[in-house]
């Protein structure tokens, strides 16, 4: 039994689990983290946290519990693992990363791809995860967790930054819970934590008072030296130190390393020796152009030889290099981490060695040199800078600064702490200049320096560098031979404190030989007293000249007594008198420099002097005068002691002042000053502990107070100010002093002269505010100073004065300040408002409510005047902020009066002023958002009460008042609702501030109904507000939920519900209390109550879509009619439905509700009403289908078809001109960018269609300027004809030329106009006639099954294929529009099965169009080239054949039962149209018999050849081949059997005995086929006399094969046209009969007969008779795959058809091949060819002649050209063939024979691909235009005819290898012509399917894709026997594969435009 759990909650997946065999199993993967309900034996039921609505069972051991809490216990409880928040805050950081993450990487290989930010995100996720793990370990340190926690929160700051996603407010780098504080202080979190991101810094909040982060002062550079690759051969000490290059100095001490003779790697002496830290660093140190000096000093002999083995006796430090290290910035800001330097030691002479560094720096090459060294490195150190207190950084890096040496700074650091305690004198030896003593060499000099006590005693205090302990001397380097030496070294001397005073140094001065044995001779010494002993001051820093004494005597220095009584300088000895205990040496001086660092000791006689006052206290205003003039840095190291001396002179013992005391004042005040400063600013808390801890002057508080008040009342009456300014700045501090002088005295006292304490307080902040309210310009600084250090006094005030007192006294001080001053003021006012509402009197509820009601005051006032909003909403903010702070200490109704009040203050002083302060500011303004949410903040505070209270209060004003606070309440809160003030990734506080504004709206409906409905004055304008803002709160994109992640969305219905829901039934509760006053609202409101409605929430929807009811029966019961809802409805649906909203649940929603409201309700409208809502859901079903294709290139075509759907509804069923003429121009826009000029001419002719020839202004659009009728109409007529132009449709484009002309020349008789118009029309008369079009085929389509939009359900269309597309091209692209469908592989009706299913079905086959009848051509002899346009164009009927047979086989003729089912579909417009296709609305279908589809066939090939006469009459000039193939295919067949199948089938003696039904077809075939011979006489009449020479054999052997041709029909033929006497050919034939024209059409002869007798497609030319066997030589030639893409024309090619057992099949197996016809393609040598003027050979010339006899449907049409293609690439997969019932448009053949006419030739695809050519040598006009067929699919039984074949039929494409479009068509040019046009243009360029399986009867195997593409004949042109031996063997038709009989749904054949006339 399943139990809810208790204590397991929560857990993460440890295993992954699935279960397919259990439905309740919950799919889990290893890291999900479930949320668990409830257990049952060893199970778990709960739910991913990824997904709350999917509940499952998993099992319990997957699962590893963790700990948690639970939040809002109960149904809706939520539950979270009792984690770190940043470990628990990275977790999901991460999951929501991921999904992010992985659409960037699908999204990689798209356009949209960024690869960058794909690698960014990677590598952020994976420091996030791995910083994760690092916390979880736990075996971090504190500082590591700190500082691996700020670490992760930037990082997942920059990545939601980087990523778009939301901020996420942080205080001390954890998130803010916005429940716990104020949406003002939730504001100020944000905008800190959105600059902390944008500076990769931690916000660190604002909860409580913020700290400001410290600027860090010092800076410490670790170093450590590395390596020493030089090789000394004795010791070595190398000096470290800092060298500022900018200032040309040593900046720090020297930092010493020994290295032993032996090398640095064999120096180990103590760890961390070669390692220190140069401290106390300033900010201008690093900005400084730094290097680390390295000075390399030898130890040893003073001439080093390697030949010299002995040691030696005496140790002598001797230059040997120095070494220089840049610091760049990089390395001093420490962003690079612990940084490795290497450097080079340079040499140069002794003399200069003391400034070689600076040589180096200088480049000065030609002073020193580099050392040889052996390695490649020299001297390797590093170094790392580190920041802040040494203390801090030591434990921030622990490992690398604990226990290194310190080397300090030369002199105090910026900062000087008050525990410092250093007492320093750094030494430097500069230079001597010693005489020459005899010697005729320099001197070897040593300098010994020494440091002494008063009794001689030598002092351990001497250091040369640091790094090791000190010593009592220290020996100089020697320079060798040099009597004036410069040594340059520094060494320090720290003498302790105590013994400083009577300390002294002393430096002895020895010459050493070189020589081992001689010891190092004394020559002289010199001494440096270090204190006066009179003044008690130091020695002065500085260079001295000391003097030099002789003396060669250690021990007589034993005594300093005898010495230190001499001058130890130059200058002092030169005026010395008296005699001297040692002789002076005047020619030779030692200088040195000398600085004291020292916290204890001072040079200053001023300072030394105010110490020691009591000693000359007459001198006391002296001294006090000279004291402003000592260096800080001596002051604050004497702090204590200067203090104390000052308040001893300030008063005498019983308090009263002195004459002192005023300079006392003074200098207290300066002293304070020197607080400020920031080098001294740590000296504050001395300050403090002193007055705290030692401060003892009890009496000095009056004597203060009088001072202060004395310098105010001053103010006015001086023009210095600097002192008072100066004391106004101390005032704190002088508070401190006076409130701790009184708490002393009232200690001592008992609380004696407390109200005299306070009178003096009164009476000095009276002086104060005198001075504020005075408006002179000299005391302004005074008075802004004064107001800026206010709050510091007053806080020290709050320790002996109840706050309320002090608070009255700001008070006070507040209202004395003028309200109009200078800006200076007002800020430096609000800044003292400021400190007053964050100081300790805001705490206390009487000194609150004191400051509340001023400063409210005077914030109205300067909110009125728009003055300094920005630091008034800073006052407010912080007033919001603690008011909050306080009042959440206490449940909701139980908030203490005060604050109560104190929020009542608030609101009533300034929520009105606020609110229009803000609705006049600029959004960009900077205080705008502070300003609102100072806003949000009241309203946050406001309680129900005080709601009422401010209606109330304003309602006393009258209602005028209380109409204009809602009234801009109102336009406020709809203004920040629609143009949010926050950025769009705060989501938190928009959350917040939406959920303050909904419960204010909720409040501010009571005055609404209260006193603007039910009182009798209801205000339109304030309702209709409010309910537009309800509205527009309600579909903010902020709230809507469903474009939100799952747990984003969790979290907010958790903490603020769905706030749409609950705005929305406020909208509902007021809608309904509108009642009778609903009127008001329509049509207003229509259109923002829909788009509440479609907002995808099921509850929210059920609740207001009835809202429409209401506004239908309240119009309808005050106008009679509902129009205003209905037209406002469909205006607003039709935007809102574009803009992405509403889905097909609304639209069911919206039939259902209102359907069922208007049936239970029953009004008297109910007819329309339900009329009404069943038009806006067949409006909502198209314009959801609108939508869902506006996206995409592949669904241009639905866009098209949805947007007519659209158009039409709006005029047909609703009639809406303006949405009508929106969607005529949606139409266009569509059609031009797809190259649809036609379509888009008659889409803009429905625009024009709309308009008549008027005078009528019309309104200006976005389209159309303001204009007359006539104007836009004639504008739009110039469009359109530029249109049917450019879609070479010119016979449209010829009636408007002519409307426009009749305008021109009878109403606006604008001749100008008419002359061009004139012009256009005769140039589309010209276009007609010469230029070149392409005619479109035409393609069936079917879409099946319930998953294909709504307006292609289960509906059939007939599509007008693009230019030059044929039918592979046409199906890839429908399949492209519709990816999801799948392809019906045959033409059959799909059954019920399919078109109820849920997926998507197609079918496609090619039709063929059925020319209309055209009266206006009737009994008209009419130029074809006129007539051809009207077989394609204009045209609503397409057939589409197949065959069929009836009765037994006939193996050797299959005529005899070969019957054509055509099926004739009708559209329900004419094509082409404002679409390129259009739904069939009627289909019929009819039966051919074998005799009437043979006088078709005749009757076409009739028409084709009076078609090529016509043409060479005119064009006698052009290319004779095709003509010649022409007659040679026709006569040829003839000859070879094909009239005798005809014979054979038809006119048997026994024929019409078996079917006398079909005489009459008989009989006219007959007729037909002797007019054949009629019409081949005149063309060889013809041919004979355009003939070249070169062709005349030929002629001659066709005039010769004709003769028995015509004498085998005349005995074949009975009637009278078989026994007239012919002519001589050499005469001219007779003319056609009077009825008809010898090149009419069936068209035509319809016109005549008034009926059409249907051709099929399968309308060849009079079969040969067939033979056993075909021969047929071919040669071999590569072809191209898609070279079939184009229709070609039939050959006299005969296949014998049977009956198909697998109809069904057929098409099911596109990829079948009749390999017996591929085998065919022999080969024949190349050379035996004769090309046309096309580079067709002989062979194919007469195959082309003869093409008109071709029986056999090609692949696409019954087009010649179409039969070419059917064997230069597979049948089309979606050529399929329907046998069916009429209901389900059954097609079987695909046909393009409607009528008895031949529909016009097409070009071929890539006539217009490039450029035209310039010349042609022939054009047909007709079907002869089209090059040679190829052989059909369906092959039969043996031919006995050899011409059965002919050779470019069995080719593919019927071209020879020099065919220039890849192997492909040769389209009737010339091959060697260049710039031949492709064969396909790019759109139709597709890789064609692999071939089908071949038939089993072939003989010899082709491979597959690789058909031959040319032929040769075995005669030449003497030679031109009529049959031909066949190397090819054709089995029986009944072997042949049943695919083979059914491949005929295909595309009308190409045809070429007739050439240009010469």
Known sequence: MWKPTKNQKFGVVIYNFEHENLQQALRLDVGDTVQILEECAGWYRGFNSRNRNVKGIFPAQFIHLKPFKIDNEGVYETVTPVEDPVVQEAASVLREWGQIWKKLYVELGTPNGDQELWDAVRKAMMDVADWRKQLIT????????????????????????????????????????????????????????????????????????????????????????????????????????????????????????????????????????NCTIFTDLGSGDLASDLYIVAHVVRVGRMLFSESVKKTSSHCYRRPHGVALFRLSQSVLQGSEGEVELTGKLFTSDEKDFWQLHELVLKKQSNKYSILSNNASYGLVVSVKVVHGELEQATKENPLLLKNVCVTKKLGFSDVIMPGDVRNDLYVTLNNGDFEKGGKTVGKNIEVTVLALDSDGKALECIYSGMGHDGSTEFSSMIMYHNNSPRWNERLKVAIPIDQFAGAHLRLEYRHCSTREKNEKKLFGFSFVRLMDDEGGTTLRDGSHELCVYKCDERGR????????????????????????????????????????????????????????????????????????????????????????????????????????????????????????????????????????????????????????????????????????????????????????????????????????????????FESFAHMLNMHLDNIQASQVTLLEHLQGACDQLTRVLSPGEVANHLSNLFNATPVESTRDLTRSKLLAMKNAVNSQIFEDDEGRGLLLVTICTHLRQHLDGRLELRMCGDVLSDMIILTHKYSRKYPQSMVPPALQQDIETM????????????????????????????????????????????????????????????????????????????????FVMRMVTNHTILTAMQEIAQPLISTFLKSGRFDNQVWSNYLNLAVGFLTQPCLQLEHFSQQKRHKVLERYNDMRVLMGFQILSMWHNLDEHRLHFIPGMVGPFLEVTLVPEPELRKATLPIFFDMMQAEQQAKGNFK????????????????????????????????????????????????????????????????????????CDKRMSCTVNLLNFYKNEINRQEMYIRYIYKLHDLHLPAGNYTEAAFTLQLH????????????ADHLYQAQTETQRKELIYMKIIDYFDKGKCWEQGIPLLEELAGQ??????????????????????????????????????????????????????????????????????????????????????????????????????????????????????????????????????????????????????????????????????ELPGILKWFEVVEQRIEQLCPPQYACETVERNNKQIRQVMQHYRANPQDNIQPFTMRLQGTIDAAVNGGIAKYQDAFFGPDYLVVYPEYADHVNRLKVLISDQTMILEGALELH????????????????????????????????????????????????????????????????????????????????????????????????????????????????????????????????????????????????????????????????????????????????????????????????????????????????????????????????????ERQTRSVSL????????????????????????????????????????????????????????????????????????????????PLTPLSPPSSFTLNTSGDDLTPTTPTNIYIGDIENTHPSLHENYSVPPRLQPYPPPSS
């Open 557 to 764: 220095l034993n005594n300093p007594v005898e010495y230190l009584s001499m001058p130890f300088l130059a200058k002092e000895a030169v005026d010395c008198i008296y005699s001297l205990p040692f002789q002076r040496s005047p020619k030779e001086i030692m200088v040195i420099d000398t600085l004291l660092c020292s916290t204890k000791l001072t040079q200053n006689v001023d300072l030394l002097s105010l110490l020691r006052w009591r000693s000359a206290p007459e001198g006391i205003g002296e001294t006090l005068s000279r004291l402003t003039r000592v260096d800080g840095a001596e002051t604050v190291k004497f702090l204590q002691d200067v203090l104390d001396a000052l308040f001893a002179m300030f008063s005498t013992d019983d308090g009263n002042s002195t004459q002192h005391s005023g300079h006392v004042f003074q200098a207290l005040v300066s002293i304070i000053s020197l607080l400020e400063d920031s080098k001294f600013e740590h000296f504050k808390p001395v300050m403090d502990a002193y007055i705290t801890g030692h401060f003892a002057a009890a009496l000095v508080y009056k004597g203060l107070i009088s001072c202060v008040k004395h310098l105010s009342d001053l103010c006015p009456q001086t023009e210095k100010q600097e002192p008072i300014m100066k004391c106004f700045r101390s005032l704190e501090y002088i508070f401190k002093f006076i409130i701790q002088s009184r708490l002393l005295f009232a200690r001592a006292t008992g609380g004696q002269n407390e109200d005299s304490f306070r009178v003096d307080v009164d009476s000095l």
């Open 1584 to 1811: 004979g006399k355009i003939a070249p020479p070169a062709n005349q054999p030929l002629h001659r052997r066709l005039v010769e094969v004709f003769e028995g041709l015509r004498a085998k029909v005349r005995k074949m033929c009975s009637t009278p046209q078989s026994q007239r006497s012919t002519s001589s050919l050499q005469s001219t034939p007779p003319p056609p009969p009077t009825h008809r024209r010898a090149d009419s059409d069936p068209a035509t002869e319809f016109r005549r007969t008034g009926s059409i007798i249907k051709a099929s497609r399968f309308s060849s030319p009079l079969p040969p008779l067939p033979s056993d066997k075909c021969a047929v030589s071919v040669s071999s030639s590569s072809t191209s795959g898609h070279s079939s893409q184009r229709s070609s024309q039939a050959s006299s090619l005969y296949a014998h058809f049977h009956s198909a057992s697998h109809d069904d099949e057929l098409y099911a197996k596109p990829q079948e091949w009749d390999e017996g016809v591929a085998s065919m393609r022999d080969s024949r040598p190349r050379s035996a060819f004769i090309t046309d003027s096309r580079g067709s050979s002989p062979k194919s010339l007469s195959k082309s002649l003869n093409n008109d006899y071709m029986i056999v449907p090609s692949q696409k049409s019954s087009s010649d050209e179409n039969r070419r293609s059917r064997h230069s690439r597979p049948p089309s997969p979606h050529s399929a063939r329907i046998s069916g019932t009429h209901d389900s448009l059954n097609t079987s053949w695909s046909d393009s024979h409607g009528s008895q006419e031949s529909l016009p030739p097409l070009p071929p695809r890539d006539h217009f691909a490039g450029n």
């Open 1124 to 1195: 205003q809802v209905e037209t406002e409805l469909i205006d607003k649906l039709d935007i809102l439905v574009s803009e992405n909203k509403g889905d097909d649940e609304y639209r069911q929603l919206f039939n259902t509700i209102l359907l069922e409201r208007v049936r239970s309700n029953d009004p008297v409208w109910r007819e329309s009403g339900t009329a009404f809502i069943n038009s806006v859901t067949r409006l909502l079903e198209r314009l959801l289908d609108y939508r869902s294709v506006m996206q995409g290139d592949e669904n």
């Open 1304 to 1469: 021109y020349k009878t109403r606006l008789f604008d001749y100008q106009r008419l002359s061009e118009v004139l012009k256009r029309q005769a140039s589309f008369y010209e276009k007609i006639l010469s230029g070149k079009r392409y005619d479109n085929e035409y393609f069936r389509v079917g879409f099946y099954g319930l998953g294909l939009p709504l307006f292609v359900r289960n509906k059939v269309f007939i599509y007008r294929g693009l230019e030059y597309e044929q039918i592979v091209a046409f199906t890839q692209r429908i399949q492209t529009e519709f990816p999801q469908a799948k392809m019906l592989h045959h033409n059959t009706p799909p059954d019920d099965t399919i078109r109820s299913s849920d997926g998507q079905y197609i079918q496609i086959c090619a039709v063929k169009a059925v020319p209309e009848p055209n009266p206006k051509f009737e009994g008209i002899e009419v130029d074809e080239r006129i007539l051809k346009y009207y077989t394609v164009n204009h045209v609503r009927h397409f057939v589409y054949d197949r065959p069929t047979y009836r009765g037994p086989a006939d193996k050797e003729n299959e005529f005899k039962n070969l019957w054509i089912e055509r099926t004739t579909y009708t559209t329900e417009c």
């Open 1821 to 1900: 006009g007709g079907e002869e235009d089209a090059p040679p067929p190829v052989l059909p699919k369906r092959m039969g039984k043996k031919c006995s005819s050899p011409a059965m074949f002919g050779s470019d039929q069995l080719l593919g494409d019927g071209v020879d290898g020099s065919s220039s479009s890849g192997g492909g068509l040769s389209n009737g040019f010339p091959a060697s012509t260049p710039g031949t046009p492709p064969l396909l243009s790019p759109r139709n360029h597709r890789t064609p399917p692999p071939p089908p399986i071949p038939p089993k009867s072939t003989s010899t």
């Open 907 to 986: 609101m009533l002083t300034l929520f009105d002023v606020l609110v229009q302060v803000i609705l006049t500011l600029e959004r960009s303004a900077p205080s705008s958002g502070t300003l609102v949410a100072c806003l949000m903040g009241i309203l946050q505070l406001m309680s129900e009460i005080h709601y009422t209270k401010l209606w109330e209060e304003h309602l006393i004003s009258g209602t005028h008042h209380l109409r204009h606070l809602l009234y801009s309440t109102i336009v406020l809160l709809a203004d920040l609702v629609r143009a949010a003030v926050f950025p769009s990734d705060w």
């Open 1248 to 1259: 024009a269609d709309q308009l008549s020839w008027t005078q009528r202004m019309l309104h």
């Open 138 to 273: 736990g075996t971090l340190t504190s500082d590591q967790i700190a500082q691996l926690k700020l670490k992760i929160t930037r990082k997942i700051d920059w990545g939601n930054r980087k990523l778009g996603l939301d901020l996420v407010p942080r205080v001390d780098g954890e998130m803010v819970d916005p429940d716990c504080v104020s949406v003002v202080e939730l504001h100020q979190v944000h905008v800190q934590s959105a600059e902390a991101s944008q500076t990769h810094t931690q916000g660190l909040g604002t909860l409580g008072k913020r700290k400001e982060r410290r600027k860090i002062l010092s800076h410490h550079l670790f170093f450590c030296m590395r390596d020493f690759s030089y090789y000394l051969g004795e010791d070595a000490e190398v000096f470290f130190s800092l060298y500022d290059a900018q200032r040309g100095k040593i900046i720090s001490e020297r930092f010493l390393v020994k290295l032993s003779k032996e090398g640095f790697s064999n120096y180990i002496e103590k760890i961390h020796s």
